[in-house]
């Protein structure tokens, strides 16, 4: 990934983007962009359909927000039709992509809103009576005001499918097609992809006309994330958790991933129960809660968070110093997601996987995806009772766990 925090006389500017967004873009403190943004804003400026495949992290969200909004800011008489629309896959996304149309937007005067299940349907429905300019929603819901007529995409310019491959694994295809089809037929499209499996090409060829692909990085992790893997019987992983958490301080942020919403209940629970401030997010959890727990940990009034892959993707909370797999991810892809959620921007991160006996494999597959080996290290005190022959060369180095790869005091701003 390109040094985010060069200086260049040219950045944003060199795009033409229009002056509004350049004072956006420089008041959220970006100076250089980002390589999806320097591939991507250009073609979608001039108006074509862009496919952009990117790994999380890389500045894919400003890349299609802002094209949208220079767009969108050409016609202000149009103000309260839903000219921009984009899909996104969980309503955590939802919520960090409208955010960062309100904080781009603003004195474009262009009014975001939301719409995603799990949330009361009526207010919504007063809302979208009161008009907005980019709806962000997620498509189930976004399907059920289609249905009761309570939504109109007829005047949709802009369409964008952000984690297009997320919303196929989570079964969106239909609804998608089904929304796609309400808007006009001249809109310009966008779609965010990490992957380009062919699903994804099948929905290209059906909803773009001759896009421009634009591509960063490989199907891997970012350069600043320090990974290891720790090999660990199952019933130690508790134990182990709370010794590595203990070994970090508390003035990090840690998300730790659990393949189960029990799991990730059951960890909450152990990890309070030591007195250290934690909270759980999954799908057993009411929206409200979901929202709130996010907050707490966005504004550090908790440490830890322990949650299931509805964390993994796209979120973007700036100060995740770790990412702990306590459940090794069973799609390879989800584990590069989940170690995305650290080192975001240009900052540094360790990711931390417990394996155990039956997670091999697992490991295997992942490494096999992102073309590299992960590191083993056994822990002192959890010493496994398995033989992890892939790893066994990486024990005689093993590092006590107390003395990371980095220590917290070098964290901070990548080196160059
Ligand atoms: P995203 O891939 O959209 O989730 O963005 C990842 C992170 O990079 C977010 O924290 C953004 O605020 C940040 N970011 C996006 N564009 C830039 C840029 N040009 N320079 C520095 N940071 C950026």
Redesign the pocket.
């Known amino acids: 990934m390109t040094d985010?925090t060069e200086t260049s006389t040219e950045g944003f500017a060199g795009l033409g983007l229009r002056q509004e967004l350049l004072e956006a873009?420089s008041a959220?403190?970006?100076?250089?962009?980002?390589p999806i943004?320097i591939q991507a804003i250009p073609p979608a400026l001039a108006g074509q359909d862009v496919i952009g495949c990117?790994q999380?992290?890389?500045?894919?969200?400003?890349?299609f927000v802002l094209p949208m909004l220079h767009h969108l800011a050409d016609s202000p008489e149009r103000h309260g039709d839903v000219r921009g629309l984009i899909l996104v896959p969980t309503r955590e996304l939802a919520q960090q992509v409208e955010r960062?149309v309100g904080t781009y937007g603003s004195s474009l005067s262009i009014e975001p809103m939301l719409v995603y299940g799990g949330m009361p349907i009526g207010a919504q429905i007063r809302d979208l009576k009161w008009g907005c300019d980019v709806l962000v929603a997620t498509p189930g819901r976004l399907l059920d005001h289609l249905q009761r007529g309570t939504v109109d995409l007829s005047h949709v310019e802009v369409l964008v499918l952000d984690e297009a491959d997320r919303m196929l694994d989570m079964g969106f295809i239909e609804d998608v097609r089904s929304i796609v089809r309400r808007t006009p037929k001249d809109r310009q499209t966008f779609l965010f992809s990490a992957t380009m499996a062919n699903r994804v090409l099948s929905l290209v060829h059906e909803m773009m006309r001759d896009p421009v692909q634009v591509h960063v990085g490989f199907q891997t992790s970012a350069e600043g994330i320090t990974e290891v893997v720790h090999p660990v019987d199952y019933p130690n992983k508790y134990g182990l958790l709370a010794h590595l958490l203990e070994s970090w301080g508390t003035d990090g942020q840690v998300i730790v991933f659990t393949r189960m919403k029990s799991t990730a209940a059951y960890v909450n629970e152990f990890l309070r129960g030591r007195g250290v401030a934690s909270d759980d997010l999954h799908g057993d959890k009411a929206q409200s809660d979901r929202t709130k727990s996010l907050e707490r940990f966005r504004q550090k009034d908790i440490q830890i968070l322990v949650a299931t892959n509805v964390a993994a993707r796209?979120l973007?909370i700036?100060g995740v110093t770790h990412v702990v797999n306590f459940d090794v991810p069973d799609d390879p892809k989800d584990y590069v997601h989940r170690v995305g959620r650290t080192a975001?921007?240009?900052l540094t991160g360790d990711a931390v996987t417990l394996m155990s006996t039956h997670e091999i494999l697992l490991v295997k597959d992942i490494e096999k995806l992102m073309g590299k080996r992960v590191p083993r290290r056994v822990v002192e005190g959890f010493e496994p009772s398995f033989q992890d022959n892939a790893g066994a060369e990486d024990e005689n180095e093993a590092a006590p766990v107390d003395q990371p790869a980095r220590s917290r005091l070098g964290r901070g701003r990548r080196s160059r």
């Open positions: 985010l873009v959220s403190g970006y100076v250089t962009p980002t943004q990117a999380t992290g890389t500045g894919k969200t400003a890349a960062a796209g973007d700036v975001r921007g240009d």
